[in-house]
Each structure stands twice: as C-alpha cells, then as structure tokens.
C-alpha cells in the first residue's frame, strides 16, 4: 500500500504527461494483478491472517487490567471486567456511589467462618484449592466482572476483590471499605491479598490461604513474600464475611513478615 501511495503521488506530480486513461488503468491494474497472482496459488498454500479491525478499549476493557486478571488465574471471556479504585470507577460501572465513606465494617461475627486452608480440619488445601478454581472458572464466564481495589484499612498489604456481584451494593461497599492507594502506586499489578467473591452460586464456601512467594524488586533482586488468596461463594455473598476475610488474611501476612524479618536480624548478628 505504501508503494501504491508512492507511485501515485509520483504520477499527481508528472500529470501534464499522463492522460486521465492512461491513469485509470494504472489504478485498476493493481488489484487485477494481485486476483491473478492469488488465483494461480497451490491449494496447500491458503490464505491466512485476514484483515479485521483491532478493538479499541473502553470502559471495562482495559488490556493492561485483564493481563492482571489473567494473572490472577481469571480471563474475562465477555471483556467487560471494571478496575474500581476510586468513587468516580463505579459511576462508570454503573454502579451507585456508597452512601458512606470511609465505611467501617465490624466483621467479628463472621471470623470464625472463614477458616484458614491446611490449619484445622475444617478446610484442607486440597479442598480449598479445588473450590478456588471452580471459583475461577466460574468467574471468568460471567458477563461483567467488578473489582475494586485498594489497601487493607491501616496498613501498606494491596487487595483487589474479583466479583461478578453487581446488585445490592457489595461493590461499593468494598470500595468505601478499602483506603485508596496513592495514584504513583495505581498501575494495575497484582496484590498482596486476592479475593474471588462468585454470587450467584449454589454452594456457600468461605476459607482462605496464605502461601510464601518470590517477588523481584525493582534493583533485580528477588525477595521471599507471602500474598494471601480469599475465596467467597455463596447466592449473596455478605460484606461482613469478605471483611473478615481480609482482616485475617492482613493478620497472617503480618506474622509472617515479622517472623521474617526476625529471622534476618538474627542472621546478621550472627555475621
């Protein structure tokens, strides 16, 4: 196409010495070149890679987002998935603003139904690895997703809520729960508390995890972490037992750094 571009601008330059004829028949050869050339091709040799146009983003179709999602072991099949981090995000949702903010929520009662995977016999992490990624699946069929992020109220642990939950206001609930994180920390990436809240589901499950991982640093390095994944199943999953969800996964996060960072100390004294 650039050659084409290219000639014809050299004919507009030179027109006193083309004819509008001769011109015509430059223009029409080209296409009539190209049928031939494609209908003297060898069956084995089809065409591939038709043109098509490539979509533009939008709201709820974010690339960068759903490469997070993706991460996250959840792929937005309808591309509609909503990053919620501010008031003005679920105006563009379409979802209604809370009617409070900040919002306190007093999840005492529910902690004890939320279990930790593999400490107690209530919840294995076979169990809950299983639910976790029928969750998931579930997840990823459904027509819009909505998640809010931000930080664990009162402390630095990232937490985004992946939920197909429009009605009855646990969206922005969440987000006048969760502190807003500061905007040269607002590039999608992946949090230090992850939780799958399905509604809509048959079985109410509740149970959460915590798992060492590395993570690299920007100097290079790679460092030891733990990150926390919450799952929450149910017809309408409540608020509260998301909370305490959260709050249980922040507290193991917290012993685990401190525990790590004890170990550290003690490891240089001893140089």
């Not at 028949?25 to 031939?36: C, I, V």
């Not at 798992?211 to 926390?228: F, I, L, P, Y």
Request: charged letters at 25%.
């Amino acid at each position: 196409m650039n050659l084409l571009r290219a000639a014809t601008l050299c004919r507009g330059q030179s027109s006193k010495l083309l004819s509008a004829n001769t011109t015509n028949r430059l223009f029409s050869a080209a296409p009539a070149a190209a049928t031939a050339a494609a209908s003297n091709l060898p069956p084995s040799i089809p065409r591939v890679g038709g043109a098509f146009a490539f979509p533009d983003e939008k709201p709820g179709q974010n690339y960068i987002f759903n490469w997070c999602l993706n991460a996250d072991g959840v792929t937005p099949l309808q591309k509609c998935a909503y990053r919620i981090t501010k008031p003005l995000d679920l105006k563009v949702a379409g979802l209604d603003l809370p009617k409070s903010s900040p919002l306190k929520v007093n999840s005492k009662s529910e902690r004890s139904k939320v279990p930790e995977a593999g400490m107690t016999d209530a919840l294995s992490f076979d169990t809950f690895d299983e639910v976790m990624q029928q969750t998931k699946d579930s997840l990823s069929l459904s027509e819009a997703l909505y998640c809010p992020e931000g930080h664990a109220p009162n402390t630095n642990f990232g937490v985004r809520v992946i939920t197909n939950v429009k009605t009855g206001g646990l969206v922005s609930d969440l987000v006048a729960y969760l502190e807003r994180m500061p905007s040269r920390r607002n590039e999608p990436k992946s949090q230090s508390v992850t939780c799958y809240v399905l509604g809509g589901a048959s079985e109410e499950f509740a149970g959460y995890a915590i798992e060492e991982v590395e993570e690299q640093r920007e100097d290079g390095s790679r460092e030891a972490v733990s990150v926390a994944t919450v799952v929450i199943t149910g017809k309408n999953p409540a608020l509260k037992r998301i909370v305490a969800g959260i709050e249980l996964s922040v507290e193991g996060l917290e012993a685990d750094a401190k525990e790590r960072a004890e170990k550290k100390a003690e490891e240089e004294k001893g140089e």
